[in-house]
């Protein structure tokens, strides 16, 4: 009969601690990952059981159907924050987009309609991204910045709001907004495009080594700087084309709308998993993410009578806090073990 020695047994010890802490890390990370899924579930039965009506398909319907436009600005926000980046000026782009789309629409016709907030957008972006990437400035600032000038712009087009441009009832880009499952399939196209870009392409792989450490991106010889700027090309594009096509449905340009989404986006994309500091994150994840927070949104109004829609916004702070503080603690502790 043989026997082990301590040497031996501290070795074998030493052996088996790299598989533990693999599999503590793999349970981390899908925490991070899919903790809004398994809550998003959660919260579906719950309500399904206890809220009459909920389950219902002309409610469900309008969980989906009346913010998918918006949800555009979260999958461009995704890729922003990835690269450990930020945008604030999505709502303000929104609202600018559909400004732009149903002046084009009521002078120019569809095409000018569907094409004009697009390259504006990306134009905007682009400004951005080299402010960001080429110059070194904060996103932060820039992006505020972005914010405040395109509302600026909206009052201009606008004549400071006096003016609302309509889209002509019998226009072909009114069809874009209507009904409710038009903007669902729209804005599930774009997201499985953007999950694909980010999952199978060489952008989206140096999107998140971008944001995973950007020095060593740039030492393997990455296109850091023209990675950056291109994100804040699709955020801005995105978010242009939501407010286009949230112009169909409304049937307007409306200068007031926009105001605060891009908290809410960023809530969405960071309660889906994606990390503030980049890096780490998924397109799926902010699916769930903003699937969440609109199914918490429905069941407030549903409660209006009891609670009041000024709770939204507490509850988007409240899941955020509490999102950002588990990843610091889930990070915190993959780093000690």
């Known amino acids: 009969m043989s026997t082990s020695s301590p040497a031996a047994a501290r070795a074998s010890r030493r052996g088996a601690r790299p598989s533990a802490e693999t599999a503590s890390e793999r349970l981390a990370g899908r925490i991070q990952r899919h903790g809004a899924l398994s809550v998003l579930a959660l919260v579906v039965l719950l309500a399904a059981v206890f809220s009459p009506g909920f389950a219902g398909t002309d409610n469900l319907g309008a969980i989906l159907g009346n913010n998918a436009f918006v949800w555009l600005l979260a ?16 709502g303000s782009m929104y609202a600018l987009g559909g400004v732009l789309a149903a002046w084009a629409a009521q002078h120019h016709g569809t095409w000018a309609a569907l094409l004009v907030p697009p390259v504006v957008g990306a134009a905007w972006g682009c400004v951005h991204g080299l402010l960001v990437a080429r110059a070194g400035m904060a996103p932060f600032i820039v992006t505020l910045a972005g914010l405040l000038g395109a509302r600026g712009l ?19 880009f009114r069809s874009l907004g209507e009904g409710t499952w038009t903007p669902v399939l729209i804005a599930a196209v774009l997201f499985g495009l953007g999950a694909l870009l980010l999952t199978r392409t060489r952008f989206g792989a140096t999107t998140t080594a971008v944001g995973g450490n950007e020095h060593a991106a740039r030492l393997m010889g990455l296109p850091v700087a023209r990675t950056k700027t291109l994100v804040y090309v699709l955020s801005a594009t995105l978010a242009s084309a939501a407010g286009t096509l949230g112009s169909a449905r409304l049937g307007s340009g409306v200068t007031t709308v926009g105001v605060g989404y891009e908290l809410t986006a960023i809530a969405s994309v960071v309660i889906g998993g994606t990390l503030l500091t980049g890096g780490s994150g998924s397109v799926g994840g902010t699916v769930a993410g903003v699937l969440l927070l609109s199914v918490i949104h429905n069941l407030i109004d549903r409660s209006a009578s009891q609670f009041g829609s000024a709770v939204t916004d507490t509850v988007n702070g409240g ?13 915190r502790g993959r780093q000690d073990e």
Not at 75 to 90: E, H, P, Y
Not at 154 to 171: A, F, H, K, M, N
Request: aromatic letters at 6%; zero cysteines; charged letters at 10%.
């Open 75 to 90: 999958l461009g926000l995704t890729f922003v924050i990835l690269t450990g980046g930020i945008d604030l000026s999505v």
């Open 154 to 172: 909206l009052q201009v087009i606008t004549d400071e709001g006096t003016t609302t441009y309509l889209v002509p009832r019998d226009s072909a």
């Open 319 to 331: 899941f955020l806090a509490a999102v950002v503080l588990a990843q610091a603690l889930l990070h």
